[in-house]
């Protein structure tokens, strides 16, 4: 049987096919944000849900599901769960008291900062050794292959 490659050797390093590097780097973030929150008791989901609702209060699940490119199944879980923790609370729009928008709590906005640091510290690694010019290209690419969606 074959031995198969470690990351960054054959066709899992600089010879490989961008899309499949992508995923393969995306995977090991998500690992490394994960382990990081363990002890918060969140989730990268939670984590991103609680992050959209700080940048953009104010929102519903289906925006937030939009926002945080998660299916609205898993923001409406995910959701209940946060709401069971006391992170988040809805309430009543202003306008339409039908519909029900989402905020963080001040325990929900406690945590959040929290979780911040250790993202952020995961995200610094992440871009360890690159200088502010490549950062500037990394993100421009990133947003470019994301735009084209």
Do not use: C
Not at 47 to 52: A, C, E, G, H
Not at 86 to 97: D, L, P, T, V, W
């Amino acid at each position: 049987m074959a031995k198969l490659p470690k990351p960054g050797e054959g066709k899992r390093g600089e010879d490989g096919h961008p899309g499949y590097l992508l995923r393969q780097a995306a995977h090991v973030h998500r690992n490394r944000v994960e382990a990081a929150l363990s002890d918060l008791d969140i989730t990268m989901p939670q984590f991103v849900l609680m992050t959209m609702l700080e940048a953009y209060p104010g929102l519903y699940n289906a925006d937030l599901a939009r926002l945080a490119l998660l299916t609205p199944q898993t923001v409406s879980v995910t959701i209940g769960n946060l709401e069971k923790a006391g992170a988040i609370e809805k309430r009543s729009h202003e306008a339409h008291g039908r519909i029900r928008v989402l905020e963080l709590t001040a325990a929900g906005r406690k945590l959040l900062s929290e979780a911040k640091k250790r993202v952020y510290a995961v995200e610094a690694d992440l871009l360890d050794g690159f200088d502010a010019d490549e950062e500037a290209i990394i993100r421009r690419w990133l947003v470019k292959v994301a735009a084209q969606g």
